[in-house]
């Protein structure tokens, strides 16, 4: 069973340009969340979505950033107009339908973006 | 903000049991305690969860104190590929919080 893929791996980008980041998740698993790390700081939380829904947003920045997870295809994480500060690694985790109120989420190896 | 803290760093010997400890006295009575390690700049990776039991599985333990307000994570056997830091997070339902971590340095 593949685990959680995201690509790019790595990504550059010139500022005001945009960067769209893909995440595919586990077999059978509906649930994506992104995250994103900052250049020597901890992860934090950015958005939860489930097919074709938002669930939670609260940790998206409110201007420039927008997810989806279609009904078919990828989880899209997409930054319109790149600025310095969007340098980071991006990651997403994916989890199995909810049964007990919480299921465990499995990361993907993250894509690197570098704003130039 | 995180619901967790941890020790940021503590060192251990190869082969010796690590045991890396984990405060978090506001847990609510559904919420589970995970662990995840972090190994350099790759994705987090999954260890271990639990509710109010103790948990075994093949990468390490977890004791989880009767009042439910600390936690321990057990490594039994450290290696040079542990090296890595860990995070304990409290969650119920969605989103992941992470703290700082303990950074864990295993030594020859």
């Known amino acids: 069973n593949a685990g959680v893929m995201q690509n790019p791996r790595h990504l550059v980008r010139r500022r005001g340009q945009e960067a769209r980041l893909r995440c595919s998740p586990m077999?059978?698993?509906?649930?994506v969340y992104w995250y994103r790390q900052l250049p020597e700081e901890g992860l934090k939380f950015m958005v939860y979505?489930?097919?074709?829904?938002?669930?939670?947003e609260s940790g998206m920045p409110k201007e420039r950033f927008s997810a989806e997870f279609p009904k078919e295809g990828p989880s899209i994480l997409r930054i319109q107009q790149v600025v310095r500060g969007d340098s980071a690694a991006y990651f997403c985790?994916?989890?199995?339908?909810?049964?007990?109120?919480?299921?465990?989420?499995?990361f993907g190896p993250g894509t690197r973006l570098l704003v130039l | 903000d995180a619901k967790t803290t941890q020790p940021p760093s503590m060192d251990c010997a190869e082969g010796r049991a690590a045991n890396l400890p984990c405060n978090h006295s506001?847990?609510?009575?559904?919420?589970?305690v995970y662990w995840y390690r972090q190994i350099h700049s790759q994705g987090p990776q999954y260890i271990i969860h639990?509710?109010?039991n103790n948990e075994t599985n093949e990468m390490a333990s977890l004791i989880i104190t009767e009042d439910r307000k600390s936690s321990t994570l057990i490594l039994p056997h450290a290696t040079l590929r542990d090296t890595a830091v860990y995070y304990c997070?409290?969650?119920?339902?969605?989103?992941?919080?992470f703290g700082q971590g303990t950074e864990l340095s295993v030594k020859p």
């Open positions: 985790a994916s989890s199995p339908p909810k049964r007990e109120g919480t299921e465990t989420q499995y």
């Open positions: 997070i409290v969650v119920w339902g969605g989103k992941l919080i």
């Open positions: 979505l489930q097919k074709e829904n938002i669930i939670d």
């Open positions: 506001t847990i609510s009575g559904n919420e589970y």
């Open positions: 639990g509710l109010k």
């Open positions: 077999k059978g698993h509906s649930h």
